[in-house]
C-alpha cells in the first residue's frame, strides 16, 4: 500500500471513529480526523503484531485501523477534556 493507500484508509477510520465516538471534544478538522485514523492504523498494527494477529510487516486490514482509530480517538478526547 502506497502513501495515498494509507491516508485514505487513515482518512475513512478516522472519520467513522470519530462518529462513533460521543462526546463534546471531537477531533477538529478534516486534517486532524485523517492523521488521528493514521495513527489509529499504527497502534492496530503494533497491538495486532503483540496479540499474535499479525505478523512484522503485514498490513492491517481496514477494521483493525477502525479499532486502533476509535482507540486514538477516545485518548484524544479524554487527553483534551
Not at 65 to 74: R, S
Amino acid at each position: 500500500m502506497g502513501i495515498i493507500g494509507l491516508i485514505l484508509t487513515g482518512l475513512f477510520a478516522g472519520l467513522i471513529a470519530r462518529f462513533l465516538i460521543p462526546g463534546k471534544t471531537k477531533p477538529g478538522g478534516l486534517i486532524m480526523t485523517t492523521l488521528l485514523g493514521i495513527i489509529g492504523s499504527f497502534v492496530a498494527g503494533y497491538l495486532g503484531q503483540m496479540l499474535g494477529f499479525y505478523q512484522v510487516g503485514e498490513p492491517v486490514g481496514f477494521l483493525g485501523a477502525v479499532i486502533g482509530a476509535i482507540i486514538v480517538v477516545y485518548i484524544y478526547n479524554r487527553l483534551r477534556d
